[in-house]
């Protein structure tokens, strides 16, 4: 009994987790913190610790613990310092994200009642990103009242722009299991309004107008396409209809096309020299610099300035970078060139190898029965592991938080599958 009290109160934690990453990030963490301590007691009680044993979390616990040994706050020689006391914090507490992971995976969504409520969080998740951008381009102002972010992006229910990437993580989790069973209707009437659903779900990527949100709808709805043959009209069509709202953005919504188009073309004709190139050739060299152990997590952020770091990288025609171009932000902007300037090759290697772990995991099975709900969580992960994209810190709870959400959702849905292969994820209770 206590057992069953306890994975009660650690999912209604975890089902808080989405709320709290989308309007309240301390909640989200209490709830993550409470949804470990609580698996970790269930583990011990039960004496059930095999899931230590599966192979992701090996290999996630050998670069932690290199990416720990990398941000000791203790002077490296001939490097100075790899490490400074609270990115040697922030790395120790990034355990947290792996528990939560594992805990998901082996405990809290093993049971399809448990996997169906979260896949409804999921998706008024979406949903609300999604009205809260078309209210924003339609009246001007979301419902807290914040207009468009300055460069013309959709902020959606957010007060700066994060809506893009976050709104194509979740997507395809929240469209295709619905538009599954649109098509499994008899008739016309509900093919016509999965159809819909794919379009408007483009359209509305589009009209966001940030890069990487297009670009990962982009990559998502060729993925659905490959798993599900009957979304492949509805997936041709849906970027057509995509296409043409970009085109006709210059009407509808100039500054969206200032950004998709105009910056995109500049970034791309120049990029060495852009922000973005700025920030990468920066972040490579610092990791060339310290190669075996980089500079400790964080380590971006707090020596990036040095001018140690100006040189570029002549052996590929870059140039000395620049300080006044923005090479010097929060963080390096991809996972794996963070991953390489915190803790050199080894890290790299180590993170890298995790990725692939992480990728690959939730393909088992998926080719031979292609189940909605674990096609959209595989494009979910995908998006996140992307190696060519611009991203947030890794693992920081504000977009990382989701990350693990449904990497734990994916990997409890594949163990499930692989069992049980006539386990409908949704409908069996």
Not at 138 to 148: A, E, K, M, Q, W
């Given at each position: 009994?206590?057992?069953?009290?306890?994975?009660?109160?650690?999912?209604?934690?975890?089902?808080?987790?989405?709320?709290?990453?989308?309007?309240?990030?301390?909640?989200?963490?209490?709830?993550?913190?409470?949804?470990?301590?609580?698996?970790?007691?269930?583990?011990?009680?039960?004496?059930?610790?095999?899931?230590?044993?599966?192979?992701?979390?090996?290999?996630?616990?050998?670069?932690?613990?290199?990416?720990?040994?990398?941000s000791l706050p203790l002077p490296w020689p001939g490097f100075g310092?790899?490490?400074?006391?609270?990115?040697?914090?922030?790395?120790?507490?990034?355990?947290?994200?792996?528990?939560?992971?594992?805990?998901?995976?082996?405990?809290?969504?093993?049971?399809?009642?448990?996997?169906?409520?979260?896949?409804?969080?999921?998706?008024?998740?979406?949903?609300?990103?999604?009205?809260?951008?078309?209210?924003?381009?339609?009246?001007?102002?979301?419902?807290?009242?914040?207009?468009?972010?300055?460069?013309?992006?959709?902020?959606?229910?957010?007060?700066?722009?994060?809506?893009?990437?976050?709104?194509?993580?979740?997507?395809?989790?929240?469209?295709?299991?619905?538009?599954?069973?649109?098509?499994?209707?008899?008739?016309?009437?509900?093919?016509?309004?999965?159809?819909?659903?794919?379009?408007?779900?483009?359209?509305?990527?589009?009209?966001?107008?940030?890069?990487?949100?297009?670009?990962?709808?982009?990559?998502?709805?060729?993925?659905?396409?490959?798993?599900?043959?009957?979304?492949?009209?509805?997936?041709?069509?849906?970027?057509?209809?995509?296409?043409?709202?970009?085109?006709?953005?210059?009407?509808?919504?100039?500054?969206?096309?200032?950004?998709?188009?105009?910056?995109?073309?500049?970034?791309?004709?120049?990029?060495?020299?852009?922000?973005?190139?700025?920030?990468?050739?920066?972040?490579?060299?610092?990791?060339?610099?310290?190669?075996?152990?980089?500079?400790?997590?964080?380590?971006?952020?707090?020596?990036?300035?040095?001018?140690?770091?100006?040189?570029?990288?002549?052996?590929?025609?870059?140039?000395?970078?620049?300080?006044?171009?923005?090479?010097?932000?929060?963080?390096?902007?991809?996972?794996?060139?963070?991953s390489f300037a915190d803790a050199g090759f080894p890290g790299l290697?180590?993170?890298?190898?995790?990725?692939?772990?992480?990728?690959?995991?939730?393909?088992?099975?998926?080719?031979?029965?292609?189940?909605?709900?674990?096609?959209?969580?595989?494009?979910?992960?995908?998006?996140?592991?992307?190696?060519?994209?611009?991203?947030?810190?890794?693992?920081?709870?504000?977009?990382?938080?989701?990350?693990?959400?449904?990497?734990?959702?994916?990997?409890?849905?594949?163990?499930?599958?692989?069992?049980s292969p006539e386990t409908d994820m949704l409908k069996n209770g």
């Amino acid at each position: 009994m206590l057992d069953k009290r306890l994975r009660q109160i650690a999912l209604f934690a975890t089902l808080l987790v989405p709320l709290g990453l989308l309007h309240a990030f301390v909640m989200a963490e209490i709830c993550v913190a409470i949804t470990d301590i609580l698996f970790l007691v269930h583990s011990a009680r039960t004496g059930g610790f095999a899931w230590v044993k599966r192979p992701w979390f090996i290999v996630a616990l050998l670069w932690w613990g290199w990416l720990m040994i990398c941000s000791l706050p203790l002077p490296w020689p001939g490097f100075g310092v790899a490490g400074w006391l609270l990115g040697f914090a922030q790395a120790v507490v990034v355990i947290r994200l792996l528990l939560f992971t594992a805990a998901l995976q082996n405990w809290l969504l093993t049971s399809a009642r448990a996997r169906r409520v979260a896949w409804i969080v999921l998706a008024l998740s979406a949903a609300w990103i999604g009205l809260e951008s078309w209210q924003q381009y339609l009246t001007g102002t979301n419902i807290f009242g914040d207009p468009r972010w300055v460069d013309g992006s959709l902020t959606g229910p957010f007060w700066k722009p994060r809506a893009g990437p976050l709104y194509a993580h979740l997507l395809f989790v929240a469209l295709l299991p619905v538009v599954a069973a649109l098509f499994a209707r008899p008739g016309w009437r509900g093919r016509v309004a999965g159809l819909a659903l794919v379009v408007l779900g483009a359209a509305t990527a589009v009209l966001i107008g940030q890069r990487m949100g297009v670009a990962l709808t982009g990559m998502g709805l060729v993925v659905a396409a490959f798993f599900m043959p009957r979304l492949r009209l509805p997936a041709i069509l849906a970027v057509v209809v995509g296409v043409a709202v970009l085109l006709a953005t210059p009407v509808i919504s100039p500054a969206t096309h200032g950004k998709l188009v105009g910056e995109t073309t500049h970034n791309f004709d120049h990029f060495s020299k852009s922000p973005y190139g700025e920030i990468f050739t920066r972040a490579t060299v610092m990791g060339l610099q310290s190669p075996w152990h980089g500079w400790g997590y964080n380590g971006y952020r707090v020596d990036c300035h040095l001018p140690r770091f100006d040189p570029g990288l002549p052996w590929l025609g870059i140039g000395p970078t620049s300080l006044q171009k923005a090479a010097c932000i929060l963080q390096p902007q991809n996972f794996y060139i963070q991953s390489f300037a915190d803790a050199g090759f080894p890290g790299l290697i180590l993170f890298t190898a995790l990725m692939l772990i992480w990728t690959f995991q939730p393909l088992r099975g998926l080719l031979r029965r292609p189940d909605p709900l674990r096609v959209g969580l595989f494009i979910a992960v995908l998006n996140f592991t992307w190696p060519i994209a611009s991203t947030d810190e890794f693992p920081t709870m504000y977009m990382l938080g989701w990350f693990f959400f449904v990497l734990g959702f994916a990997l409890a849905c594949t163990d499930i599958a692989v069992k049980s292969p006539e386990t409908d994820m949704l409908k069996n209770g």
